[in-house]
């Protein structure tokens, strides 16, 4: 019996559902926190223990949460949609708060089920990509005017890729695991890029670029979708909701959406940075965000796909140096072939680099 079912019951008993509860069971496909449906006679809720080692400072993620919600929930009810549906909603504990903790510490929340939508694992066609990409545009452009300095940094510097640089090159002088020698080829991809991990750090800091409120997880699995329309209705793990860069949300969709290969593969002759795709999102991201972007936020949109893609290589490979202690491998090898994914696909951009700006222009 894992940790989060030791206390279950003492969660479900935290919360006042409306009705007795008549069924639990775990529910999605999340890596991170344990998730239960919880089922009442006539409504479903999300139940979930929040990961300590991903998020020990709970308090600061349920802050987050509620402030940046909360103010979801006027925008929409302003624009005439529905904020019950568009936006999660934190469904108090019976103290009042807005998350209940166990005897061990284990944060716990609820969120009421967002009915007639499902959580796609992969875009399966152009269409439901830019469905995706509309999504996160509209939480960049209902969360313009948001002080993002207000919010907690819930992950501190998670996408500070000037300091991934750093832990990369601190796992290279330890080689604590003797595998230096193997990623000769990789530290050098790196050190030939160097100046390319300060770029939009260096824009923020000179106030090229502005401080938003950002999601830091823009995968499609995030958004739930209407599978009648297609469309993308609410944008869901909040966990990592923080003050960021508007070109990292986009930048992280479009490493993770605009290939066609596994994380993993590798034979990289079949991993390929797909323009056609890029240009797919761009438009759903921009019509989305519906102008909300400065034009310097629209001139730093490749900048922002090659460096989300650069810095996950980046972590992949520090990782495998450490021993492979942060993402979970199924084999030998899985970070150093996850890490040439990502350069393989760095590559391949900075090779379609003025067709990438070209897009980004027509679009804009």
């Given at each position: 019996m894992s940790q989060a079912e030791q206390f279950l019951s003492d969660a479900l008993d935290a919360f006042d559902f409306g009705g007795p509860v008549r069924e639990t069971a775990r529910y999605g496909c999340g890596h991170v926190n344990d998730t239960f449906c919880v089922r009442t006679p006539s409504r479903r809720f999300i139940l979930q223990r929040i990961s300590a080692a991903a998020f020990p400072r709970p308090n600061q993620v349920m802050a987050n949460i509620v402030a940046v919600t909360s103010y979801l929930r006027d925008q929409i009810a302003a624009s005439g949609g529905d904020p019950a549906r568009e936006t999660l909603t934190v469904y108090p504990a019976r103290d009042g708060g807005s998350f209940y903790t166990d005897r061990e510490g284990g944060a716990w929340r609820v969120y009421p089920f967002v009915e007639d939508t499902v959580c796609l694992q992969s875009a399966e066609t152009p269409e439901l990509f830019a469905a995706a990409a509309r999504a996160f545009g509209r939480f960049q452009s209902m969360l313009?005017?948001?002080?993002?300095?207000?919010?907690?940094?819930?992950?501190?510097?998670?996408?500070?890729?000037?300091?991934?640089?750093?832990?990369?090159?601190?796992?290279?002088?330890?080689?604590?695991?003797?595998?230096?020698?193997?990623?000769?080829?990789?530290?050098?991809f790196v050190a030939t890029r160097e100046a390319d991990c300060s770029v939009a750090l260096q824009a923020l800091r000179e106030g090229k670029l502005p401080l938003r409120v950002t999601h830091n997880d823009t995968k499609l699995n995030n958004v739930l979708m209407d599978p009648n329309t297609g469309e993308g209705v609410c944008v869901i793990d909040l966990d990592t909701v923080m003050p960021g860069l508007s070109i990292y949300d986009f930048g992280d969709a479009i490493r993770f959406g605009a290939n066609h290969c596994a994380e993993d593969e590798r034979d990289l002759s079949n991993v390929h940075f797909d323009l056609s795709l890029f240009e797919v999102y761009t438009r759903g991201f921009l019509e989305g965000t519906g102008g909300a972007l400065t034009p310097a936020e629209l001139d730093y949109l490749p900048w922002g796909a090659k460096l989300m893609t650069l810095e996950c290589g980046i972590r992949f490979l520090t990782d495998y140096l450490e021993g492979d202690h942060y993402f979970q491998t199924q084999r030998e090898g899985q970070n150093l072939d996850r890490c040439r994914t990502q350069f393989k696909l760095v590559a391949d951009m900075e090779a379609q680099w003025e067709a990438m700006q070209a897009v980004v222009d027509k679009l804009r």
């Open positions: 313009k005017d948001y002080p993002a300095h207000t919010l907690y940094e819930t992950v501190p510097r998670f996408h500070d890729t000037e300091d991934r640089l750093a832990k990369l090159k601190a796992a290279a002088a330890a080689d604590a695991m003797g595998r230096v020698s193997q990623v000769r080829a990789e530290l050098d």
